[in-house]
């Protein structure tokens, strides 16, 4: 095990020189970053109705696009990107995707990764109702 600690860091500029991306282009367009702390906890203790609101703050950092979560007894999620690279609409379909995840994991906070999903409930059955269609299985209830 010590000798494998010699391998467990590789500078970015390494990763840079061993990779096909030319010198000059940069080798990272977005940076996500969660902050370490018992999320699990305030989750699994979390009774109150989910509420989400918009803010601005404004900062910058060298990549076209940054999403850092800062878990606490709120969950701050905070979004830079660059404008002319990122309409307007993506990042707003990126936020309600995080939106659903987070819906799911207070509602069954011992769900399995594997089993979330990016849809709502209704798109959700929307979806399986496509499936069966695309599979020929009319023994649906259109209904429900």
Do not use: M
């Amino acid at each position: 095990l010590v000798e494998t600690r010699n391998y467990e860091f590789t500078p970015l500029v390494k990763a840079h020189q061993w990779s096909e991306i030319p010198p000059g282009l940069t080798l990272f367009d977005s940076l996500v970053v969660i902050e370490n702390f018992p999320v699990s906890e305030i989750i699994k203790n979390y009774r109150q109705d989910l509420e989400f609101q918009h803010s601005e703050i404004y900062y910058r950092n060298n990549y076209p696009f940054s999403l850092v979560i800062y878990p606490n007894q709120e969950l701050l999620i905070a979004i830079s990107y660059d404008s002319i690279k990122f309409e307007t609409i993506t990042i707003t379909q990126i936020l309600n995707d995080i939106k659903i995840l987070i819906q799911q994991l207070v509602t069954n906070p011992d769900i399995r990764i594997e089993d979330l999903t990016f849809l709502t409930s209704e798109q959700q059955q929307q979806a399986a109702i496509l499936e069966r269609q695309a599979s020929f299985d009319w023994e649906f209830d259109l209904c429900c």
